[in-house]
Nanobody
Framework: QVQLAESGGGSVQAGGSLRLSCLAS????????MAWYRQAPGKARELVAR????????DYADSVKGRFTISRDNDKNLVDLQMDDLRPEDTAVYYC?????????WGQGTEVTVSA
C-alpha cells in the first residue's frame, strides 16, 4: 500500500507562483513513475506532468510547458510541482499519482485557484 498526501495549494493572482508537494508513505520502495494531474470544474482529469523513478520529467501538458516544473526527491519520498506564471485556466484540483506494483494510487487533491 502507498499513501499520497498533497500540500501547497491555494489562491493566487494571475502571473503568480505556487509550489505543490506530494509526500508518499507506506511501501515507497515499490513506487515507480509518479505524476501530477488536475481536474477543473466540469472537465475531465488531465495529465499535467510525469516523472520517472530516475527523476526524468516527461509528458508535460502543452498548456503548462515552460511554466511548470516537476521534480522528485526519492530520499524524502517527495514529488513537487513548481508552477510559475499561473493563469486563470490553471484553476483546478491538483492530484498526485503514483504507480506501484501494477496498481494506481491517488492523493486526495489540493485546490489551486488563480484569479485574473
Amino acid at each position: 500500500q502507498v499513501q499520497l498526501a498533497e500540500s501547497g495549494g491555494g489562491s493566487v493572482q494571475a502571473g503568480g507562483s505556487l509550489r505543490l508537494s506530494c509526500l508518499a508513505s507506506g511501501k515507497t520502495w515499490t513506487i515507480g513513475g509518479m505524476a501530477w494531474y488536475r481536474q477543473a470544474p466540469g472537465k475531465a482529469r488531465e495529465l499535467v506532468a510525469r516523472i520517472t523513478r530516475g527523476k526524468i520529467p516527461r509528458d508535460y501538458a502543452d498548456s503548462v510547458k515552460g511554466r511548470f516544473t516537476i521534480s522528485r526527491d526519492n530520499d524524502k519520498n517527495l514529488v513537487d510541482l513548481q508552477m510559475d506564471d499561473l493563469r486563470p485556466e490553471d484553476t483546478a484540483v491538483y492530484y498526485c499519482y503514483a504507480a506501484s506494483s501494477g496498481l494506481d494510487y491517488w492523493g486526495q487533491g489540493t485546490e489551486v485557484t488563480v484569479s485574473a
